[in-house]
């Protein structure tokens, strides 16, 4: 028979104030408001509590998905088509099931059939990272390859990054793809380069947004309705070493996300595509401590929610990651997954007083950025 006690009970709720009394007094004399931190002209305290939440947050859930799963990324460049068939097939045989791979030539059908030789698409989200390609070619040759699957529009899931594309060569690969290959996100906002140091943090979140409603909006004006290119929509976010902000940092994300689309009377769409990476200046010589960087930032991304993860081998730093250290990445995450349970729980960071306050403060502090940028031609960080 199921055990419903709550066993909760067995302690006398405490408040706030209590919690500060005892902590003053462990402090001996010392001021509490010098165990606090500024962060983006933020006055941060590391003690949260419930009576700090005005109301009981719910959590930020993915609509799109169960749980809390994310998909295991790795990346391949690509220049011989048979060699990065091999090394693709070697590691979707190891555990990952979001490859990216990085294209700067053109590809017709039959090279695509090439690179992807015995590769099943309908077992793994497939993603791109293109260089001068136009977006419409790139996506009429990819649908001609995925053509050979079925019905690709309602099966095959991804993304393409084309990288300094004008909004006017994504329109019409836009609207392709959501006729032809609706699992496919080919609009992209790349957060990385505003990813400088931690003091920016809500600067950061702000331009995400700027450049996220300017998208939308200058799509809007090509033909491309709100609905549509939000749905093609990713981020692409980097994580770096700082736990508790980076777990936030990409919550609040996904809070100001839904607040723009609000502006524009869009769907209820409570899920954005997270495509998150560590980040490389987090890394240093020592392939050892980069090893231990890059668990906790994996762990941090999880928590926080992303939908698909790169972790960079611990010796990346070198210029090109070997066998054994691509392998430790990608176990990384196979941890998180099948002994940490990251994975099979909505929201794990709901609930925690602190990551709930600093989450509200960053999105706060961001919006205010935006609102006072939104009208402007760029957006300096």
């Not at 791109?128 to 419409?136: L, R």
């Not at 609000?262 to 010589?285: F, P, R, T, V, W």
């Amino acid at each position: 028979m199921a055990n419903n006690k709550n066993l909760f009970d067995a302690f006398s709720p405490i408040s706030k104030e209590e919690w500060l009394t005892k902590v003053e007094k462990d402090l001996k004399g010392k001021a509490m408001e010098e165990l606090n931190f500024q962060l983006d002209d933020i006055n941060i305290s590391p003690i949260a509590h419930a009576d700090d939440l005005s109301q009981t947050k719910a959590p930020i859930v993915k609509s799109n998905q169960m749980l809390n799963d994310w998909m295991i990324g790795e990346t391949i460049t690509v220049t011989d088509l048979k060699a990065s068939n091999i090394l693709l097939l070697e590691i979707l045989s190891e555990g990952v099931n979001a490859p990216l791979l990085k294209i700067d030539t053109p590809l017709s059908n039959e090279a695509f059939n090439i690179l992807f030789d015995t590769v099943e698409h309908s077992y793994i989200s497939t993603h791109f990272e293109v260089s001068n390609i136009e977006p419409f070619h790139f996506v009429q040759e990819l649908h001609k390859h995925f053509q050979k699957y079925g019905n690709v529009s309602s099966t095959l899931k991804g993304s393409i990054h084309f990288k300094n594309a004008t909004t006017a060569q994504l329109a019409d690969a836009i609207s392709f793809c959501a006729e032809q290959i609706q699992g496919f996100n080919i609009g992209t906002i790349d957060a990385r380069p505003f990813c400088k140091k931690r003091q920016q943090v809500t600067k950061e979140l702000a331009a995400c947004i700027y450049h996220g409603n300017a998208y939308l909006s200058n799509l809007l004006e090509k033909g491309v309705s709100v609905n549509t290119s939000s749905r093609s929509l990713q981020f692409l976010v980097a994580v770096d070493t700082s736990y508790f902000i980076s777990i936030a940092k990409i919550r609040a994300l996904k809070l100001l996300w839904a607040n723009v689309l609000k502006g524009y009377d869009a769907e209820a769409i409570h899920h954005i595509y997270i495509d998150a990476q560590l980040a490389a200046s987090s890394h240093n010589e020592d392939a050892n401590t980069n090893m231990i960087r890059s668990t906790t930032q994996a762990m941090s991304a999880a928590i926080a929610g992303v939908d698909r993860l790169t972790v960079l081998p611990s010796n990346a730093f070198e210029g090109e990651a070997n066998e054994f250290s691509r392998r430790i990445a990608r176990n990384v995450q196979h941890i998180l997954k099948m002994e940490s349970y990251l994975d099979r729980v909505n929201d794990p960071a709901a609930g925690s007083y602190y990551i709930e306050q600093l989450t509200d403060k960053l999105a706060r502090k961001a919006w205010e950025y935006f609102q006072a940028t939104a009208d402007k031609d760029t957006f300096s960080i």
